[in-house]
Structures are given as C-alpha cells and as structure tokens.
C-alpha cells in the first residue's frame, strides 16, 4: 500500500521554541492531507484538514495562529507548532488522500507513523 | 456523521477468533462501516470496510447486520500482533466533511499467548 512519512518521529524542545513536522506521500500525490493530535490514553483528535495550495481548514477550537500549516505540493504538508508549550506535547499525526481515488465513494486514507512532541 | 459505540476493552486467546462488536444504531443510508486499529505508539491502520454487505479481506471479515444498526469485526486467527486499539468509524460518501474520520475511543484488544 501507499506510504506516508514523518519527519521527524520524535523531538523535544524548549518552551516558546516552534517545531516544523514534515508530513509525506511516498509513492502517490495527495491533494489532502489531515494532521491529528493524540493526547496519552486518548483518541486522535482531527486538527486540521490540508489542501494542496490553498489555506487549511481547522476544527473548531484549534488556534490557526499556532499550528501553521502548509501544503505546498502533492506530496508534502508541514505542521508548525509556533511557541511551543509543555501543555503541547502530544503525538502529532497526519494522513493523506490518495489523489487518484478523488470523486470515487471510498478513497484510502494513509497515516503516518506519528511524531512524539515533547515539550520542556 | 452517525456516532459508534464500542465496548472499551477485550481479551482473546492467541490463535482464537476476535469478533469486535460496534454499535451504530444511528447509521443513515448512505454512510460506510469503517475499521482502523493503532498499535501502540504508531499510526492507525486501515483494516476494512463496508455499506451493507459482509466484506472479507486479507486481514479481516466485516459482518453488518441486515438493519445496518451494528457490525461485527472479525479476525479469524488472532495473534499477537493484533493486540492494538481497534477503531469503528461510520461516515458518509461524499459531502462537505469528505475524507474526515472522527475517532472515538474504540475497543482496546489485548491477545494472550
């Protein structure tokens, strides 16, 4: 199947500091990519859904100012956690739509391994 | 979206069958049976879906009752590689929300030797 990687799987990093994770299709162009957040013991939690060049679309409660994302190309999506802070710590994770199932009733979503944030 | 409900937690024996039960008494004409499962610190994984009828797979079988109402995922062989969080998930072709998955908190199944 279609493989999506992160990069990088895992990062610490000072408190007001901003972390960039990549977030890529291998093997297949995907005009949407989705990041979620998982908190320890919880379920994945959709942040945000992105659309190769135009603005992200973020879910009700996640602050746009501090999780910058960008889509720039078929195969590429980064995450940007602006001033980090230990309360977003967290594993970051995204998944991206097979572009060549578009428009069919059913598309495969692909998920990436995760990236463990953590923030002192 | 129709919401799940999963029971949180199962045990099976190694080798043994695991039929995870999944409740979506809400489900609408148009919407999918989705399953995904996440192994412990990793990404989840697609596993199998369907609208109305069973579906079988190489990792696993799908049985939806005639009222759409619940499911049932089967692995036939379970090992201990399946032990991971298990995911039902109903969502409609199409629309505005296309192509996202809402998470609940899925059925924690545990394989023993």
């Known amino acids: 199947g279609a493989v999506v990687s992160q990069h990088p799987s895992w990062v610490i990093c000072k408190s007001g500091t901003s972390v960039k994770i990549e977030c890529r299709s291998l093997d297949f162009q995907a005009t949407t990519m989705f990041w979620y957040r998982q908190f320890p013991k919880q379920s994945l939690m959709l942040m945000a859904t992105?659309?190769?060049?135009?603005?992200?679309?973020?879910e009700q409660g996640v602050e746009k100012d501090k999780f910058l994302i960008n889509h720039a190309s078929l195969t590429l999506s980064t995450l940007t956690v602006t001033s980090a802070h230990p309360e977003d710590s967290s594993f970051y994770i995204c998944?991206?739509?097979?572009?060549?199932?578009?428009?069919?009733?059913?598309?495969?979503?692909?998920f990436g391994p995760g990236t463990r944030l953590t923030v002192t | 979206d129709a919401k799940t409900t999963q029971p949180p937690s199962m045990d099976c024996a190694e080798g043994r069958a695991a039929n995870l039960p999944c409740n979506h008494s809400t489900i609408s004409g148009n919407e999918y049976v989705y399953w995904y499962r996440q192994i412990h610190s990793q990404g989840p994984q697609y596993i199998i879906h369907?609208?109305?009828n069973n579906e079988t797979n190489e990792m696993a079988s799908l049985i939806i009752t005639e009222d759409r109402k619940s499911s049932t995922l089967i692995l036939p062989h379970a090992t201990l590689r399946d032990t991971a969080v298990y995911y039902c998930?109903?969502?409609?072709?199409?629309?505005?929300?296309?192509?996202?998955?809402?998470f609940g908190q899925g059925t924690i199944l545990t394989v023993h030797p």
């Open positions: 998930i109903v969502r409609r072709a199409g629309g505005t929300s296309y192509g996202k998955l809402t």
């Open positions: 992105s659309n190769e060049g135009s603005k992200a679309t973020y």
């Open positions: 998944s991206a739509r097979d572009r060549l199932l578009a428009g069919a009733t059913f598309y495969e979503q692909y």
């Open positions: 369907g609208l109305k």
